[in-house]
């Protein structure tokens, strides 16, 4: 069975564009979890998605936003980029929301200039 | 401000013997804890797992323990192998709010 894929694999922007990130969960799973990996905070929860419905939200400004597909695959958007957005994004896929067992994927690295 | 704390950014063991990971957390809520391991350039890999009714569980070379009046858990990989270098997170979440807290993780290096 297919891991987490995500896509691209990495990405340079400059300050004020938007960026879209995909992900496509491990067939079968509904759920899907967006985390922001960066050396000083560590990981952080962004928002997880279930049925094309945002079920879970963490503590991140509205330019961080996404959705999530009647296959499952699930999108992030960032906007009017910030130095500081340049994090890997880790999307994680789970069966149900439930956050016991997740598979993660690879990642997305953004580099904001 | 971190509720899960991984205060030791780094640490170096031996082969052969045992490493201990440590992780404090300050909200008494959380009911169920994980632990993750992450290599470079790779997303993380679910590791173990503790609920909060028990003080140990035990997989293999993996033991995580849970002393909930110290809020403090900790992960043992004994005997301690090369493959084990990573960087270790970890994780809690309460039943109810289905969200995950991670600490900022502890690199593992193991010696040969």
């Known amino acids: 069975k297919a891991g987490v894929t995500q896509t691209p694999r990495y990405l340079i922007k400059t300050r004020g564009q938007q960026v879209t990130l995909s992900c496509s969960p491990i067939s079968g799973h509904r759920s899907v979890s967006w985390y922001q990996q960066t050396p000083g905070q560590g990981l952080q929860f962004l928002f997880e998605?279930?049925?094309?419905?945002?079920?879970n939200k963490g503590n991140f400004p509205g330019r961080f936003s996404g959705r999530q597909f009647s296959n499952s695959r699930s999108e992030m958007n960032v906007s009017t980029l910030e130095l500081g957005d340049s994090a890997l994004y880790l999307c994680?896929?789970?069966?149900?929301?439930?956050?016991?067992?997740?598979?993660f994927g690879p990642g997305t690295r953004l580099l904001v200039l | 401000d971190q509720q899960v704390k991984q205060n030791s950014p780094s640490l170096s063991v031996q082969e052969g013997r045992i490493s201990i990971l440590n992780c404090d957390y300050t909200?008494?809520?959380?009911?169920?804890f994980l632990w993750y391991k992450k290599y470079p350039a790779e997303g993380p890999t679910f590791l173990i797992s503790i609920s909060s009714i028990k003080d140990k569980n035990e997989d293999g070379r993996f033991t995580v323990f849970l002393n909930k009046s110290a809020k403090h858990l900790s992960l043992h990989i004994v005997p301690s192998q090369p493959g084990d270098s990573a960087v270790y997170f970890c994780?809690?979440?309460?039943?109810?709010?289905?969200?995950?807290?991670f600490g900022t993780g502890t690199r593992l290096t193991i010696i040969p």
């Open positions: 998605y279930f049925s094309e419905t945002q079920r």
């Open positions: 909200n008494s809520m959380f009911d169920y």
């Open positions: 994780a809690a979440l309460s039943f109810g709010n289905e969200k995950l807290t």
């Open positions: 994680a896929s789970s069966l149900r929301v439930s956050q016991e067992t997740q598979y």
